[in-house]
């Protein structure tokens, strides 16, 4: 996981909408898509707020390799 935006080298801002605070974590969680055809991940840097109001959101797709974890951007 990269701690830079591609495009400036610097830290990204947070992922939510209408919030432009700098991303200070970020959140993954790897689930079973519900087809069971296959893991997915959705990854997300948010700022301390929001990360703060996060949660696992696809309990229902657990499996062997589920992962919900979240890791603050290195520098922070």
Known sequence: MS???PATGSTPNC?????DEPAAF???ERYQEETGKGAVE???TLCRDHTDEE???NLGGAYDDYVFRI?????D
Not at 15 to 19: I, N, P, S, V, Y
Not at 71 to 75: D, W
């Open 3 to 5: 701690d830079e935006s």
């Open 15 to 19: 992922h939510r909408r209408d919030c």
């Open 26 to 28: 970020v959140v993954l």
């Open 42 to 44: 959705a990854e997300a």
């Open 55 to 57: 949660s696992p959101a």
């Open 71 to 75: 890791e603050p951007i290195a520098g």
